[in-house]
């Protein structure tokens, strides 16, 4: 009767710390675990620190917290909750064009957000930088509506962006050089709703 309700499968007691070592995770889709990079525990313990730095970094002012879809989206949602001030979210999805050849990438707005910019502070939230090339260009965008302050906050950052000139206020991790999944991050929309930071095999 119970097996009906719940996960027929004895979930393990911390699947934040130790997913790969209990073999198979159902979210996974048959694709094994390289290694978990970031633990539940580890992202939840740094997002709450991140709060309190963001905090304490606009003491004034109105906030708005612009969110990159979608790879920012699980972030973000946790983020929010740890940030102690009066904010709004809003969300940008982009679009980028253009190959590894060129050097400087189109990148296109398919949602703009609704909300005024000018005179506010801007919080952009990126899942990660690799390249930095997309959150370049958004920058070069954004900085076009005259907010008090433009920043950016990411999960991630693999310090190999070449492309940013605008250095990365807030960083959650530092990023191994492997393609990671979880925690909002996809591999071709697998892998989103994974709750910690993973590489696969
Ligand atoms: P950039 O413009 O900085 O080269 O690329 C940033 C974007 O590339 C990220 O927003 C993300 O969508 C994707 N990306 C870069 N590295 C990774 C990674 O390790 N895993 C995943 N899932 N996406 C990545
Ligand atoms: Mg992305």
Redesign the pocket.
Known sequence: MNASIGSTAAAPADNATRPASEGVDPRLAGRALKRVAFSEREIADRVAALGREITAAYPDGELLVLG?LK?SFIFLSDLVREIARPLHVDFLVASSYGNDTVSSGIVRLLYDPETELAGKHILLV???VDSGRTLQRLVELLRERGPRSLEICALLHKHIATHLSHPVKFVGFDAPEEFLVGYGLDHAEDFRHVPYVASLQ
């Open positions: 990159l790879g990126e899942d990660i």
